[in-house]
């Protein structure tokens, strides 16, 4: 788990880092209780050691949500103001010393949304369970219903598993389109690529309305600029900041093209000083000979007589640059001072994310061959750790199995508890970890890691757990069990979409839910008969 952990760690300081909060951490928190359901459903005996695997499914489903939930809160809350809501802006310490209840955490506009859209996967996600239960009652119609299941003997229970099929293979191909459709989402979002055609588009729509392409393109610019301030505020690595540079610089490029295209009236693919002219008459700036003149040199870098498309973009840039330096003093001063005041108040949020000595740019020709190093030992760190996980997942099936033996407990129960801290352990405290950054941001990250685990755990170890009911001749006597995993997310899913702000209480209520989540199973399958 620790190697699953520092490689997920080493990801973050490459381009796919957006993604591993909401997709490689859950991906690969999720192989080792993956691993566990598999090998718990093979074997001799594998309808009894199928306990184990509902055990570790639930159990780390309910976990991830619930405890780490709490621990997020806890190390992530700071200080409220007069009106609730948590003081992030600061320049005093954000959670004075001893402050429990009067303290809490929230997200902000950005991160209220991505969290919401992260707890409504988990419901969707949640569908297959029905699927399969739905199977489950109709089969269990046939010998007396579900109370009537803790009497039958084993062949009748067996027998069970066969019009369960069906239903375990639709379930099946549920859990494989909602993986897929969750993967295209967290891709598409992150990667945008209908962005640049949007941007392309303002631009033009803005020259065609007569304000010119400075205009157009600086809002374009002053875009480019938040973002790569944001990845520094928010832990990106300085390599990682340059390649976002990098792309916002072909963005720009992209956007500035076709007007490069309209200037160069030769068609040379460069542009000599009349045609500079033309761009400045059309910025309704017109130039003098004189002025013309010190711009072509400006732009000019290479100092070749003709100005490539590269030193247009450069030269564009460079002069929306200052033409923004030169606005009014009294506004320029003003906008200084808060920016000062901005970075004073948000200094503590500016994170960034340590890379190894061994990776340090300094070591490298290139960021390209930086980014590849790193990702070279990213994929060995996760490749490696996966293989020990499953090797390993074997033996602890059959560890909790005995375990449940000994002591005259159902493996249901062992596995509950036990095998999510065995798991996951590298996940809880990677969320108590992002938190303790106490930023909205850091806790944006912590929440949609907790809720991409559950994400995983309903799709990519539902669909394992499905897989061997279709396959292997078993079935499905899991109510109380399915009954217990989606009460527990149905409380988390208000919990992500209901309350912006989360304070102790809210953090203590989620808690709850993990020792209600036994209590229900037991209430159910002891005092209601339902096995």
């Given at each position: 788990?620790?190697?699953?952990?520092?490689?997920?760690?080493?990801l973050?300081?490459?381009?796919?880092?957006?993604?591993?909060?909401?997709?490689?951490?859950?991906?690969?928190?999720?192989?080792?209780?993956?691993?566990?359901?598999?090998?718990?459903?093979?074997?001799?005996?594998?309808?009894?050691?199928?306990d184990?695997?509902?055990?570790?499914?639930?159990?780390?489903?309910?976990?991830?949500i619930?405890?780490?939930?709490?621990?997020?809160?806890?190390?992530?809350?700071?200080?409220?103001?007069?009106?609730?809501?948590?003081?992030?802006?600061?320049?005093?310490?954000?959670?004075?010393?001893?402050?429990?209840?009067?303290?809490?955490?929230?997200?902000?506009?950005?991160?209220?949304?991505?969290?919401?859209?992260?707890?409504?996967?988990?419901?969707?996600t949640?569908?297959?369970?029905?699927?399969?239960?739905?199977?489950?009652?109709?089969?269990?119609?046939?010998?007396?219903?579900?109370?009537?299941?803790?009497?039958?003997?084993?062949?009748?229970?067996?027998?069970?598993?066969?019009p369960?099929?069906?239903?375990?293979?639709?379930?099946t191909?549920?859990?494989?389109g909602?993986?897929?459709?969750?993967?295209?989402?967290?891709?598409?979002?992150?990667?945008?690529?209908?962005?640049?055609s949007?941007?392309?588009?303002?631009?033009?729509?803005?020259?065609?309305?007569?304000?010119?392409?400075?205009?157009?393109?600086?809002?374009?610019?002053?875009?480019?600029e938040?973002q790569?301030?944001?990845?520094?505020?928010?832990g990106?690595?300085?390599?990682?900041?340059?390649?976002?540079?990098?792309?916002?610089?072909?963005?720009?490029?992209?956007?500035?093209?076709?007007?490069?295209?309209?200037?160069?009236?030769?068609?040379?693919?460069?542009?000599?000083?009349?045609?500079?002219?033309?761009?400045?008459?059309?910025?309704?700036?017109?130039?003098?000979?004189?002025?013309?003149?010190a711009?072509?040199?400006?732009?000019?870098?290479?100092?070749?007589?003709?100005?490539?498309?590269?030193?247009?973009?450069?030269?564009?840039?460079?002069?929306?640059?200052?033409?923004?330096?030169?606005?009014?003093?009294a506004?320029?001063?003003?906008?200084?001072?808060?920016?000062?005041?901005?970075?004073?108040?948000?200094?503590?949020?500016?994170?960034?994310?340590?890379?190894?000595?061994e990776?340090?740019?300094?070591?490298?020709?290139?960021?390209?061959?930086q980014?590849?190093?790193?990702?070279?030992?990213?994929?060995?760190?996760?490749?490696?750790g996966?293989?020990?996980?499953?090797?390993?997942?074997?033996?602890?099936?059959?560890?909790?199995?005995?375990?449940g033996?000994?002591?005259?407990?159902?493996?249901?129960?062992?596995?509950?508890?036990?095998?999510?801290?065995?798991?996951?352990?590298?996940?809880?405290?990677?969320?108590?970890?992002?938190?303790?950054?106490?930023?909205?941001?850091?806790?944006?990250?912590?929440?949609?890691?907790?809720?991409?685990?559950?994400?995983?755990?309903?799709?990519?170890?539902?669909?394992?757990?499905?897989?061997?009911?279709?396959?292997?001749?078993?079935?499905?006597?899991?109510?109380?069990?399915?009954?217990a995993?989606l009460l527990?997310?149905?409380?988390?899913?208000?919990?992500?979409?209901q309350?912006?702000?989360h304070?102790?209480?809210?953090?203590?209520?989620?808690?709850?839910?993990?020792?209600?989540?036994?209590?229900?199973?037991?209430?159910?399958?002891?005092?209601a008969?339902?096995?």
């Amino acid at each position: 788990c620790n190697m699953i952990s520092d490689g997920a760690e080493l990801l973050m300081l490459t381009p796919y880092s957006k993604l591993v909060g909401a997709v490689i951490l859950p991906i690969l928190g999720a192989v080792p209780d993956g691993a566990i359901v598999l090998f718990s459903g093979i074997g001799a005996n594998a309808q009894t050691n199928l306990d184990v695997g509902v055990g570790a499914l639930a159990g780390s489903t309910v976990m991830l949500i619930t405890i780490p939930w709490f621990l997020a809160i806890y190390g992530g809350r700071v200080d409220l103001d007069s009106n609730g809501q948590p003081k992030y802006a600061t320049k005093k310490k954000r959670l004075t010393e001893g402050n429990l209840w009067d303290a809490g955490v929230c997200t902000g506009e950005t991160g209220t949304v991505v969290v919401r859209n992260m707890a409504y996967w988990m419901a969707v996600t949640s569908i297959p369970y029905l699927v399969i239960e739905v199977g489950a009652l109709i089969a269990e119609a046939e010998n007396g219903g579900i109370l009537n299941q803790q009497n039958l003997d084993d062949v009748t229970l067996e027998s069970e598993g066969s019009p369960e099929r069906v239903y375990a293979i639709v379930g099946t191909l549920m859990t494989i389109g909602f993986f897929l459709a969750y993967l295209k989402y967290q891709n598409d979002r992150t990667s945008s690529p209908s962005v640049a055609s949007k941007q392309v588009r303002a631009v033009q729509n803005t020259v065609s309305g007569g304000q010119g392409l400075v205009a157009a393109v600086r809002p374009l610019l002053e875009a480019m600029e938040k973002q790569e301030q944001e990845m520094s505020q928010t832990g990106a690595s300085q390599s990682l900041i340059q390649a976002e540079s990098k792309r916002s610089m072909t963005m720009l490029q992209n956007v500035l093209r076709p007007f490069f295209s309209k200037y160069d009236v030769d068609g040379s693919g460069t542009l000599e000083t009349s045609e500079l002219g033309r761009v400045f008459m059309d910025l309704n700036e017109p130039k003098s000979a004189h002025e013309l003149e010190a711009l072509f040199k400006n732009f000019d870098t290479d100092q070749s007589g003709e100005i490539s498309f590269v030193e247009f973009c450069d030269g564009v840039r460079s002069y929306i640059g200052k033409k923004k330096a030169n606005e009014s003093a009294a506004v320029d001063r003003t906008s200084s001072r808060v920016e000062e005041e901005s970075k004073e108040d948000d200094g503590d949020e500016s994170e960034e994310e340590e890379c190894p000595d061994e990776f340090a740019q300094e070591k490298f020709k290139t960021i390209e061959e930086q980014q590849a190093a790193i990702k070279r030992s990213a994929a060995y760190l996760c490749g490696v750790g996966t293989i020990v996980v499953l090797i390993f997942s074997d033996p602890i099936s059959d560890v909790l199995t005995a375990i449940g033996e000994r002591i005259g407990v159902n493996a249901f129960y062992v596995a509950f508890v036990v095998a999510p801290l065995i798991t996951n352990g590298s996940e809880l405290m990677a969320s108590y970890t992002f938190a303790q950054k106490k930023t909205m941001k850091s806790m944006t990250v912590a929440y949609e890691q907790l809720l991409g685990a559950a994400v995983m755990n309903n799709t990519y170890c539902l669909f394992i757990f499905l897989i061997l009911i279709a396959t292997q001749g078993l079935y499905w006597n899991y109510t109380a069990e399915v009954i217990a995993i989606l009460l527990a997310e149905l409380c988390v899913f208000v919990v992500a979409t209901q309350f912006k702000v989360h304070t102790m209480k809210t953090a203590l209520a989620v808690l709850a839910i993990y020792p209600a989540t036994i209590l229900v199973v037991w209430m159910l399958e002891t005092l209601a008969g339902i096995s």
